[in-house]
């Protein structure tokens, strides 16, 4: 298995542009979560999907923030406008049945900076 | 609201030195405790516990729960310069169907 796929790896914009970033979930797996790592602030979790439906949306930070989930194994997250402050790593990561196992699967992260 | 804590924040030691990384929590409905190491990429799993005073074993790496006191350690013995990365504690709440972390113990280990 491929495991979870993130694109881009790395992206550089300036402020004020629009960024999409995308997640493809491993064969089979039925939750999705989108997390952010920064160094101040840890990995924090933004939104997460249970089949297709988002479940919790509370760590999105404000409406320049939206995910969606148009099928089983995609999603994207897309910052419009974006800012400095937004500049992390954005990782996505799949599960079968989180709320039973609880292990995650990460991919591999896209690097984000706000110029 | 969940919540995790580290401690502690970083570790420098070298090889062969055996080091144990702490993990207290605070969860409204405990399912699991996990632990991740983090190298340049992602976070890779290492262990989930789900009952206390059971240790989880892999070669080098334990860990165990304490349900009642809230916390985990994880012991890593003989180390060497390839454990060099972030460990991250994870709690995943049943009810709310996430995973908290924690903001991780980065380890050092020289040669």
């Known amino acids: 298995d491929a495991g979870v796929i993130q694109s881009p790896r790395h992206e550089v914009t300036e402020m004020g542009q629009e960024v999409t970033l995308r997640c493809k979930l491993i064969?089979?797996?039925?939750?999705l979560f989108w997390y952010r790592q920064t160094m101040m602030r840890g990995l924090e979790l933004l939104i997460y999907?249970?089949?297709?439906?988002?479940?919790?949306d509370s760590g999105m930070p404000e409406d320049r923030f939206s995910a969606k989930m148009p099928n089983a194994s995609f999603s994207t997250l897309k910052i419009q406008p974006s800012e400095p402050r937004d500049s992390a790593v954005y990782f996505c990561?799949?599960?079968?049945?989180?709320?039973?196992?609880?292990?995650?699967?990460f991919g591999e992260g896209s690097r984000l900076t706000v110029l | 609201e969940d919540k995790v804590v580290q401690s502690p924040l970083s570790l420098v030691v070298h090889e062969g030195d055996t080091v144990t990384l702490n993990c207290s929590y605070e969860?409204?409905?405990?399912?699991?405790l996990l632990w991740y190491k983090q190298e340049k990429k992602a976070p890779t799993f290492l262990f989930m516990l789900?009952?206390?005073?059971i240790e989880k074993k892999s070669g080098r790496l334990s860990s165990i729960l304490d349900k009642k006191e809230l916390f985990s350690i994880l012991n890593i013995t003989a180390t060497q310069t390839g454990d060099s990365a972030v460990y991250l504690c994870?709690?995943?709440?049943?009810?709310?169907?996430?995973?908290?972390f924690g903001d991780g113990t980065t380890l050092t280990v020289k040669p």
């Open positions: 789900t009952s206390s005073g």
């Open positions: 999907f249970n089949n297709n439906v988002p479940i919790d």
């Open positions: 990561a799949s599960s079968q049945g989180h709320a039973n196992t609880g292990e995650l699967f």
């Open positions: 969860v409204t409905n405990f399912r699991s």
């Open positions: 064969s089979g797996h039925n939750s």
């Open positions: 994870a709690v995943l709440d049943t009810n709310a169907g996430k995973s908290t």
